[in-house]
């Protein structure tokens, strides 16, 4: 309840300050700080997926559209909004499939934020907003295409001197279902990270992060209903149809990066997850991991750069809504992804991706088992995937 309140009032300033802080601006009017930013992804993808498509195989095309603008309308305070194609009902997935006998696609508000720079330490951030950038996450845990709801608070803090060259704190709570008979589905969270240098090209970052997702069975009934769409639901259901356990994901990461070739820079980045509210069986399946080595830059003309991926998580780890939606599932995952990407032009880029996803959890229940608990959208097959993608960004 105490959460909630909070939010509520966030949000109720962040859209009264622009009228009660903006005064006399110096520089140009707001309307000339107007940004525009976009891009447009074409995509072929294929799967080989025995059991779920005829002969195992699916093809198709697909399109991706996103455009929109970022302006400083007072001193220390920006606002931004964007417009997305994709199922306005998918929160894990922009994409829209070539189909429908030539049907128009859908488009839609996707973000409407203001960020306020409050002091050089800290800035508020509220409204609908992309949180990928605004703090350490993987893949994993939550995918590119997310937009939440609610307000984040981000602190940093410069080093003095030596090794240490900064500390970042992020705060969030995020609205998740409004329930017009009883209390609201919501997450928060927070985490903190210093980042040091090695040397002249090289730096270190660690961190800890938890975050609780309080009735995550609303939006479980969402999913249930059809109301939501994108990923699977597979953690562990109880006799009556509801999530066994609660989602109280405590997680620790560390990122490195070596500069030292402009060429083929290094970067390499690890997460560990383990949920606190796991309950029943999930307590035997409720952590997950995943690691990235990415080496090279395909930012300019004729370079490129390889990655790749492990993900796992088991049933219970981490919750399913809006984690990684290429892997078609947020936990009982066993998956690699590989990456080679090259530059063509300014902006432009060409991606080559294969994802092979299986279960963590090979068959439910085990043998001999008496448990009474299921294993929602069990799937025990190997799912390959493939995708070939042309991106420009303007």
Request: aromatic content about 12%; overall charge neutral.
């Amino acid at each position: 309840m105490l959460i909630r309140r909070c939010l509520a009032v966030i949000l109720t300033l962040a859209l009264l300050a622009p009228c009660v802080l903006a005064g006399e601006r110096k520089g140009p009017s707001w309307f000339e700080t107007v940004k525009f930013k976009g891009d447009l992804r074409l995509r072929y993808e294929g799967f080989d997926h025995p059991g779920k498509y005829e002969d195992g195989e699916r093809n198709r095309f697909r399109l991706r559209y996103r455009l929109g603008l970022v302006a400083d309308v007072a001193e220390g305070i920006r606002i931004g909004a964007e417009m997305r194609s994709g199922n306005p009902l998918d929160p894990v997935s922009d994409n829209q499939s070539l189909d429908g006998a030539f049907s128009k696609k859908e488009i839609s508000l996707a973000q409407m934020y203001v960020d306020f720079a409050l002091s050089e330490r800290f800035s508020l951030i509220a409204g609908k907003f992309s949180p990928k950038k605004l703090w350490k996450v993987s893949d994993m845990q939550i995918d590119d295409d997310v937009v939440s709801e609610g307000a984040m608070g981000r602190w940093l803090f410069g080093g003095h001197g030596g090794a240490l060259s900064k500390v970042q704190a992020n705060a969030w709570a995020y609205a998740l279902e409004e329930s017009s008979s009883g209390p609201d589905a919501y997450a928060w969270g927070a985490q903190i990270y210093p980042e040091f240098k090695l040397g002249g090209h090289a730096k270190l970052t660690v961190g800890v992060g938890y975050e609780a997702t309080v009735r995550p069975e609303l939006v479980a009934d969402l999913t249930a209903a059809g109301k939501l769409k994108g990923n699977k639901m597979t953690h562990f259901l109880s006799e009556d149809g509801t999530l066994l356990s609660d989602f109280q994901v405590a997680n620790a990461f560390v990122e490195w990066k070596n500069s030292a070739s402009e060429r083929w820079p290094v970067k390499v980045s690890a997460f560990f997850y383990k949920n606190l509210g796991a309950n029943g069986v999930g307590k035997n399946n409720d952590s997950a991991y995943f690691a990235r080595v990415q080496i090279g830059d395909y930012k300019k003309p004729g370079q490129m750069a390889f990655r790749l991926s492990r993900y796992y998580a088991e049933p219970d780890a981490i919750f399913y809504a809006w984690t990684q939606s290429d892997t078609t599932r947020g936990s009982n995952l066993d998956g690699y992804r590989f990456d080679y990407r090259v530059g063509l032009h300014s902006g432009g880029h060409l991606n080559l991706t294969w994802y092979r996803t299986d279960s963590a959890v090979d068959a439910w229940p085990p043998t001999g088992s008496t448990t009474t608990a299921s294993l929602s959208n069990f799937d025990s097959e190997t799912m390959d995937r493939w995708q070939v993608d042309y991106i420009l960004k303007f």
